[in-house]
Each structure stands twice: as structure tokens, then as C-alpha cells.
């Protein structure tokens, strides 16, 4: 059986466990931003999501941080809105070592590519 160690050791080998920890630290990045917005405009989830017209709980499920309910730019747009707030994008270097493996790369493009 491989040790805590062992496992951090091969993450940090394979660019596809980098890449998806990379996304996982951009997930609570985006979840924390949210949360604080809202909390800085005084609102409640609830407010929110009667501002978005989704239920509170899809506001908790984007505020936990966890990748699977990370929202789409075009949410986060809305949710900013609904706090009377924008979100400016920029763009940084990936972390060091951070670089997608050609099957990640592949998964994220498909739905971008159009059909020939």
C-alpha cells in the first residue's frame, strides 16, 4: 500500500494529477471570490439565488469550493451582477511543473472544436 508521501510524490510526477490540482486550487479561488462578494454586499445565498433565480442550495454547492459544482464564467458574471459587483479575469503563468498532459489537453478542447 502506498503512503500519504508515496501519493504526493506521483501527483507531482504526472502533469494530468498537476494539471487537476491546478483547477481544484482554481475551483476554491473562485468559490472564496463568490462567497466574499456576496457576504461584502450584505446578502444572504438566499438573496442571491432569488436575484439569479436558482435555489440556495446551488449557491452553497458554488460557494463549497468543490470542483464539481465550480460555476461557468457566464454564472459567475450573474452571481458578481447580483452582488452589484464585477469580475475582472487576468492571466498568470501556471505553476511551476504545471503543464496539461496531452490526454487532459485533449478532454478540456473537445467541446471547443468544431466539427470539420
Known sequence: MMGFDQE????????ALRLARAR??????ISSLLA?????AGLTQADVAGRIGVSQARISQ???GLIDHT???DFAFV???ACNRTIE???MPLEEGVTPAEPAREAFAAPYKSAS
Open 24 to 29: 481544484a486550487k482554481a475551483a476554491r479561488k
Open 62 to 64: 458554488v460557494e463549497s
Open 36 to 40: 466574499g462578494m456576496r457576504k461584502e
Open 89 to 91: 479575469l487576468s492571466a
Open 8 to 15: 504526493l510524490e506521483l501527483i507531482e510526477r504526472d502533469p
Open 71 to 73: 460555476p461557468s464564467v
Open 79 to 81: 452571481f458578481a451582477a
